[in-house]
Every structure is written in structure tokens, then in C-alpha cells.
Nanobody, 124 residues
Framework: QVQLVESGGGLVQAGGSLRLSCAAS????????MGWFRQAPGKEREFVAT????????QFADSAKGRFAISRDNAKNTVYLQMNSLKPEDTALYYC?????????????????WGQGTQVTVSS
């Protein structure tokens, strides 16, 4: 069974940057696709970015394009989300997720494993 642990969240001023990490353990990961989602209080969980372990193919939400980057270190079984030019509307609990298929997906329902979340707060 796959376990995911996020880290790197915190408080940042608008226009600043944060780098989130997701460490995976408990299995083999070459067949997995990783994703980042976020959820603000009272809001539905929202897709942010996704990447496949094998090919590194990526896809981003429109709100993240040009500002965020997703990458992976296969040797460390770790996925990163680099967030630049942060806005107050980026404030949310950010979740790392994994699904058992080597293809990107923007749908939370297709992901099988979830981390505990890391809080990102952007002040104006």
C-alpha cells in the first residue's frame, strides 16, 4: 500500500514562492501517476497539476499554468510542486495523490492514495 507525506507548506506574501514535496513509500512507483490537488474551506477539492513517474508527462490547471511547475525525482520517490507568483486565492490545503495508472488525470476520483495535506497561506 502506498503512503504519501506532503511537506513545504507555510505562510508567504503575495508574489512569493513555495516548494512543496511529496514523499512516497510502501510500494513500487513506476506505474503510478502523481497529482497535486488543493481545497479551501467550504470549497470543492480542485486539481492543480499531475505528472507520470515513467515519462514525466505533465498537465496543469489553467490557474497554475505559467506559475507552477511539477517535477519528480524517481530515485527518491518524491514529487515536487514549485509555486511562483503566489496569489491570495492560492490559499488552501494542498494534497498529494497517486493513482495506479501511468497516465495523467485531472479527476480526484481517479486517484487511489492521498497524503494528509500541507497548508499554504498567501497574504496580500
Amino acid at each position: 500500500q502506498v503512503q504519501l507525506v506532503e511537506s513545504g507548506g507555510g505562510l508567504v506574501q503575495a508574489g512569493g514562492s513555495l516548494r512543496l514535496s511529496c514523499a512516497a513509500s510502501g510500494g513500487t512507483f513506476s506505474s503510478l501517476t502523481m497529482g497535486w490537488f488543493r481545497q479551501a474551506p467550504g470549497k470543492e477539492r480542485e486539481f492543480v497539476a499531475t505528472i507520470t513517474w515513467i515519462s514525466g508527462r505533465t498537465q496543469f490547471a489553467d490557474s497554475a499554468k505559467g506559475r507552477f511547475a511539477i517535477s519528480r525525482d524517481n530515485a527518491k520517490n518524491t514529487v515536487y510542486l514549485q509555486m511562483n507568483s503566489l496569489k491570495p486565492e492560492d490559499t488552501a490545503l494542498y494534497y498529494c495523490a497517486a493513482r495506479r495508472a501511468p497516465s495523467v488525470s485531472v479527476y480526484a476520483s481517479t486517484y487511489n492514495y492521498w497524503g494528509q495535506g500541507t497548508q499554504v497561506t498567501v497574504s496580500s
